[in-house]
């Protein structure tokens, strides 16, 4: 049996009909950008995630730079990345003209904390971007207050995080609702994705919304009145309708990829793999489920062999990608985050999976790792 990474056929096909009526809804009104659709989505995306204000963008690395430029984060100031995420976190620091400093990223979980970022602290740190990688929710309560106390902002980057929760003793928030500004993608292989490019950002902080609101529409304050530079960033109208198509599932979707990981953590838990661990104050929904294996290539071309599709993420940690030699990290400067990359392993994982399919990826860890083990026996 051939197992795929990801298959986004098998979410559209049943809301196929229900997604035409949606789109056919929005061309109906003759508008193609903003409008109704757009402000029906905001309002009811806010709604979910406990925020006042999201506005939609073109996509989630907009969403960062925006973020950086409503905060006023640019020329000569620095703001803290984890070495472990996608690219377009630090990129989005360098598009709003400031300078992406790499920080290390905890062992057990690739996730940033109070621990990895107070070292590359400077007098021109001005934010902190926790990257919500894989699903799981940073540790966030100890870095907003680690942020009061040095005067940072704090920028959820949640990409890979809708719907997810942090659970402490200030209660029970969704990831991005927490920080100064979050950070969205839709990106159609996110856990809420949309059928093109498509992004947001919350706040709380009306005078930020305020900004966000100009930025994307190239600064404009009133018709013709342009009081910042802006961008194009605005989502289509159509985006806006197929994601409030979905928005409705995204906790659904997310309880099955939670059965889906328990079901490979159980078998993980006998092998010589260990999955990435899922801290106690997140309640995770697996954008990703990766595990750490030591012989991480060997394992991938094992499976892939057995017709299970595996990916990686991320294979270079960004600190070491030519892009971002300018920063000036060279290798061995955070040893957690290089590690990582040479030794994670993503497994398939959509909520559309069948049980067969899930089991065909359990009985193929089993046998790659016995035939692993069977052979560095043997060698020893
Ligand atoms: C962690 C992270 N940050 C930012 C982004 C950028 O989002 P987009 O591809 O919508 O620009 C992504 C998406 O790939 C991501 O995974």
């Known amino acids: 049996m051939k197992i795929p990474f990801v298959d986004l056929r098998r979410q559209h096909e049943p809301l196929q009909d229900e997604i035409a009526a949606a789109v056919a809804r929005a061309l109906s009104t003759g508008g193609f950008v903003g409008g109704a659709e757009v402000d029906g989505f905001e309002a009811e995306f806010a709604s979910y995630l406990g925020v006042?204000?999201?506005?939609?963008?073109?996509?989630?690395?907009?969403?960062?730079?925006?973020?950086?430029r409503a905060l006023e984060i640019g020329a000569g100031d620095e703001v803290i990345v984890p070495a472990n995420t996608f690219i377009a976190t630090?990129?989005?620091?360098?598009?709003?003209?400031?300078?992406?400093?790499?920080?290390?990223?905890?062992?057990?979980?690739?996730?940033?904390?109070?621990?990895?970022?107070?070292?590359?602290?400077?007098?021109?740190t001005r934010a902190i971007v926790p990257v919500h990688l894989y699903g799981n929710v940073v540790n966030i309560d100890p870095l907003l207050a680690l942020a009061a106390s040095r005067g940072l902002r704090i920028v959820e980057d949640t990409a890979q995080a809708h719907g997810a929760y942090y659970e402490s003793a200030?209660?029970?928030?969704?990831?991005?609702?927490?920080?100064?500004?979050?950070?969205?993608?839709?990106?159609?292989?996110?856990?809420?994705?949309?059928i093109g490019e498509g992004g947001a950002v919350c706040t709380?902080?009306?005078?930020?919304?305020?900004?966000?609101?100009?930025?994307?529409?190239?600064?404009?304050?009133?018709?013709?009145?342009?009081?910042?530079?802006?961008?194009?960033?605005r989502l289509s109208t159509i985006q806006a309708a197929a994601l409030r198509t979905k928005l409705p599932r995204l906790d659904g979707w997310n309880?099955?990829?939670?059965?889906?990981?328990?079901?490979?953590?159980?078998?993980?838990?006998?092998?010589?793999?260990?999955?990435?661990?899922r801290p106690a104050w997140s309640e995770s929904v697996y954008h990703l489920y990766v595990?750490?294996?030591?012989?991480?290539?060997?394992?991938?071309?094992?499976?892939?062999?057995?017709?299970?599709?595996?990916?990686?993420?991320?294979?270079?940690?960004?600190?070491?990608?030519?892009?971002?030699?300018f920063a000036g990290r060279t290798?061995?400067?955070?040893?957690?985050?290089?590690?990582?990359?040479?030794?994670?392993?993503?497994?398939?994982m959509f909520p559309e999976m069948t049980?067969?399919?899930?089991?065909?990826?359990?009985?193929a860890l089993s046998e790659v790792a016995a035939a692993i083990t069977g052979s560095s026996a043997r060698a020893a």
Not at 52 to 66: F, K, R
Not at 209 to 231: E, F, I, N, S, Y
Not at 255 to 275: F, H, M, N, Q, W
């Open 52 to 68: 006042d204000q999201v506005i939609t963008v073109g996509s989630g690395t907009a969403a960062l730079h925006h973020a950086f």
């Open 291 to 325: 595990m750490q294996v030591e012989d991480r290539d060997r394992w991938r071309g094992a499976l892939g062999d057995l017709g299970i599709a595996t990916a990686i993420h991320y294979p270079t940690a960004i600190h070491l990608q030519p892009a971002f030699a």
């Open 90 to 124: 630090a990129e989005a620091v360098v598009l709003a003209g400031a300078t992406p400093v790499f920080c290390d990223v905890e062992p057990d979980t690739g996730l940033l904390s109070v621990r990895t970022v107070s070292p590359v602290i400077t007098d021109r």
């Open 204 to 233: 709380n902080d009306p005078t930020l919304a305020h900004r966000l609101r100009q930025l994307r529409d190239h600064g404009q304050a009133d018709k013709h009145v342009h009081t910042m530079v802006g961008d194009n960033a």
């Open 255 to 277: 309880a099955r990829r939670r059965a889906i990981a328990a079901r490979y953590d159980e078998v993980l838990s006998g092998l010589p793999a260990t999955p990435v661990l």
């Open 170 to 194: 200030s209660g029970r928030r969704r990831a991005g609702s927490m920080g100064d500004i979050g950070c969205f993608s839709f990106y159609p292989t996110k856990n809420l994705g949309a």
């Open 331 to 348: 290798k061995g400067d955070l040893p957690v985050a290089e590690r990582m990359a040479a030794e994670i392993l993503s497994l398939p």
């Open 355 to 363: 049980h067969d399919e899930v089991e065909a990826v359990v009985d």
